[in-house]
């Protein structure tokens, strides 16, 4: 078959991928902070979560850029990798948190369908980025190593333990989503618009 | 051996499941058996329609689990008889290709004479089913075209992303046909919408008329 | 000993730097010592406000090489005087969460009747000063409002990052005026930007005016 660019070896535009993957990340994005402040609303009054140990999440270990500066000196083959990383990392938590909000009582089912879509679009986002990984610098990222997930920080059967653990998740899904969807966009402007967006 | 088969065509409506089209050549009259195969951009091992009635018969539909943003799929149909068998042509496509929305809904009409200056007719519709637009996934544009029912001629309207029209200057006292189509992410247009009907008040009273 | 100080609020215009807003509380009118203190997630150990000009009285500006995405900052106020001292409340934020651009600039208007079948006001801008649009730091979102002058309710069109807007039917002889805001990272909308006014042309002709 004769595809668009010519060849024989049919392709979706990078330009395209990009714009999707943008589009996902924004989406995953918003939806992790709706999540975020809904539960924050509904369950921290009264129970000074911060003031506990604070928040700590499990990709911190990372090296991600945290300011424009960093960012803008990061070679955009790292950047990308980060992304991969950082996304590989929330596979394990999203599957236990879509299980979890099941058994909070009163959380709004609005957070379940929330957190059913952010898992579903986060592995849709995840394959993106292989792809686009995988079309900018082709070698083997499959086994890069990334951030494990150590499993919920929470004591059986202590419900407000469960709560801030909870919590935790979301806040960090919450930060991790904004790097991801920030890093993605710097990234499209880069190589996709040559850095004039 | 069976004539051969054809991919008619596929479509996504909502740029997330598809649905593809094929037919049979001629089978001679013998039992011939019908199978649809597809591959991808990366899955180059060929892999069977995973259902082939959801959309209805002589179709193969690829559900969110089976489809994919990120890459080509090349899709065939394989005929095979007592005499032997036959294969369609590769109907190559990516999602962002094929997309095409169902029409708009609740096409609406509305003449305004009191509140402004000059009356107009005041279209409004709601994005088609299935079109994600809020979160940005699919951006849509319209099209409204009308016309005096008894005329042939239609006066079509590209309004970009608004879901709403105001028409002025219409012809007081003719009956009007509307109707709205989309376009998503410029690439093909859904079909027209439902045809809408109204009466433009006011015009020349009955005694006048010769 | 003084009354209790408050830190107003935090934003970032450009998600780069920070700017806080802090107010005494009673000094019983005796000289009173303010100072603003801060610590962050990381940082634990307490640091004094390292710039109470830039930003004017009564502020506290953090630079970019004192701000950091993706961290909570913890800021409060002391008062000190004579009689003891008092603190405010502990302001936390992020500041992903604060940023609230400048209103976009440069908003023209233009009534475009050639080109197209339907006459439309093409609107455009350019994206606020201090956000760095060009790198893709921040992405905006705009909306721009409009209405005829002598009425009151507004009409809304939502654009995601485009900095022009085609408008349709707006009604011939009417004066509108135009604004336009932006939104960084779905976070908090801009201030409007100025208004904008024009004469759409075209109307009734006088003579039909009753």
Partial sequence: ?197 | PPGQPEVIGCRSYDKETVTCWWKSGSDGGLPTNYTVLYWTERTKTEQECPDYHSSGPYTCFFDKAHSSLWMYYFVYVKATNALGSNVSDIYRFEIGDIVQTYPPRNLTLFHESEKSSLPYLLVTWVPPKKADVKMGWITLQYEVRLKEEKKHVWEEHLVDHQTKLKVFSLTPGEDYVVQVRCKADSKHWSEWSEESYIKIPGGPRKRDMK
Avoid at chain 1, 8 to 27: E, G, I, M
Avoid at chain 1, 55 to 83: F, G, M, Y
Wanted: aromatic letters at 8%.
């Fill in chain 1, 1 to 197: 078959p004769i595809c668009p660019n010519g060849g024989t070896n049919c392709q979706v535009p990078t330009s395209a991928l990009f714009d999707r993957a943008v589009k996902l990340s924004h989406y995953i994005h918003s939806l992790s902070s709706e999540m975020f402040n809904e539960f924050d609303e509904r369950f921290t009054p009264g129970r000074r979560f911060l003031a506990k140990s604070g928040i700590s999440c499990h990709t911190s270990s990372l090296n991600t850029p945290e300011d424009k500066e960093q960012a803008r000196q990061i070679q955009h083959e790292d950047l990308l990798n980060l992304v991969l990383k950082v996304l590989r990392s929330w596979n394990d938590p999203l599957v236990h948190m879509v299980s979890e909000v099941q058994d909070i009582r009163e959380a709004p089912d609005t957070i379940l369908w929330k957190a059913v879509e952010v898992e579903e679009q986060t592995k849709r986002l995840l394959e993106g980025m292989e792809r686009i990984i995988g079309r900018i610098q082709p070698g083997d990222s499959e086994n890069e190593i990334y951030s494990p997930w150590p499993g919920p920080a929470s004591i059986p059967g202590d419900e407000n333990s469960r709560l801030f653990a909870f919590y935790n998740l979301l806040h960090c899904l919450r930060r991790d989503s904004h790097k991801i969807d920030n890093y993605l966009k710097l990234l499209k402007c880069r190589l996709i618009h040559e850095g004039i967006c």
